[in-house]
C-alpha cells in the first residue's frame, strides 16, 4: 500500500513539472528579443578608374618675353606677335571609394604633353612641354536612372610642368635656344558627366572636365644674354587652362 502510494505521489508530481519545464524551453527558443546575425560586407565601395581626354581647346600660352640690355641693365617687355598651345590628349589612372550610393572620391595620376608656337617679325619659336601630376577629386552622383548615373565633381592637386628647350624654328642660328623651365604647380578642376553600368561592377563614364594650372616660368634667357648681367627667367605662361572631353572605366573591386 505505502509502495503505491509513493509511485504515484512521483507520477502526479513530474505531471506537475513537465509543463513547466515545456513553458520556460519555449521562451528560450522563440524569444522575440533575440538579436539577428547580419552579414557584415568588408571593402565594399573600392574601385579603380582609368580615362583619356581629349582638349576641344587648350588656352594660356604665353604672351610675351623679355628682352634685356646690359648698358644700362634694362629689361622691356616685348609682346609675341602670335602664340599659341596645343595639348590636346591626356590619360589618367586610380582608385576610389564609394562613400555612399551618392557620394564618392578618388586619387588619380594624370599625365599629358603638348607644344608651344610663338612668332615675333620673321622669327618663329616652338617648345614641347609635358604635365603629370596628382589630383584629389570629390563626385556627387545624382542617382541612377535605367542604368545611367549623372554626376557632378571638383578636384584640386599638384602639376609637374616641365618645358623643353624653346627652340628657333626660322630663320635658324646657332645658339639661339632658350633654355626651359619646370616647376610644381597648383591646379584645380570642376567635372560632370554621366555613368552607365556596363555590368554590376564595371561602368562607362563619359564626360567634361575643366582644368586649370597656374601661370609659371615658361623660358629662360641663352648663356650669351645670361653672361651679360640677365637673371630671373625670360618668359612666363599664363597657366594652361584646358576644356576637356573624357571617357574611361571605372571597375568596382569588391
Known amino acids: 500500500m505505502l509502495t503505491r502510494i509513493a509511485v504515484t505521489s512521483c507520477i502526479a508530481a513530474i505531471g506537475l513539472a513537465a509543463p513547466t519545464h515545456a513553458a520556460d524551453l519555449d521562451d528560450i527558443i522563440y524569444a522575440p528579443d533575440l538579436p539577428v546575425t547580419q552579414p557584415v560586407e568588408i571593402g565594399t565601395g573600392w574601385y579603380l578608374r582609368g580615362d583619356l581626354g ?63 608656337n610663338g612668332a615675333t617679325g620673321p622669327a618663329v619659336f616652338s617648345q614641347n612641354f609635358e604635365q603629370y601630376g596628382f589630383m584629389a577629386n570629390v563626385y556627387a552622383d545624382l542617382g541612377t536612372y535605367a542604368g545611367f548615373t549623372p ?8 602639376t609637374r610642368v616641365t618645358w623643353d628647350t624653346l627652340a628657333l624654328v626660322r630663320p635658324f642660328v646657332l645658339d639661339t635656344n632658350l633654355p626651359g623651365e619646370e616647376n610644381w604647380r597648383f591646379t584645380y578642376a570642376l567635372m560632370a558627366g554621366v555613368s552607365y553600368d556596363i ?14 594650372v597656374d601661370g609659371d616660368a615658361q623660358f629662360g634667357y641663352d648663356t650669351v644674354t645670361a653672361a651679360a648681367g640677365a637673371v630671373g627667367v625670360q618668359s612666363n605662361d599664363n597657366g594652361i587652362e584646358k576644356h576637356e572631353i573624357r571617357a574611361g572605366l571605372r571597375y568596382a573591386l569588391w
Open 151 to 158: 554626376y557632378v565633381g571638383a578636384g584640386a592637386g599638384i
Open 199 to 212: 555590368t554590376k561592377d564595371l561602368k562607362l563614364d563619359l564626360g567634361y572636365r575643366y582644368s586649370k
Open 54 to 116: 581629349y582638349s576641344a581647346r587648350t588656352r594660356g600660352e604665353a604672351t610675351s618675353y623679355s628682352v634685356f640690355s646690359a648698358v644700362p641693365p634694362t629689361y622691356t617687355a616685348t609682346n609675341f606677335d602670335s602664340s599659341s598651345l596645343d595639348n590636346h590628349w591626356s590619360g589618367a589612372i586610380g582608385m576610389g571609394y564609394s562613400f555612399t550610393d551618392y557620394l564618392r572620391g578618388d586619387l588619380t595620376f594624370d599625365y599629358s604633353e603638348g607644344d608651344f
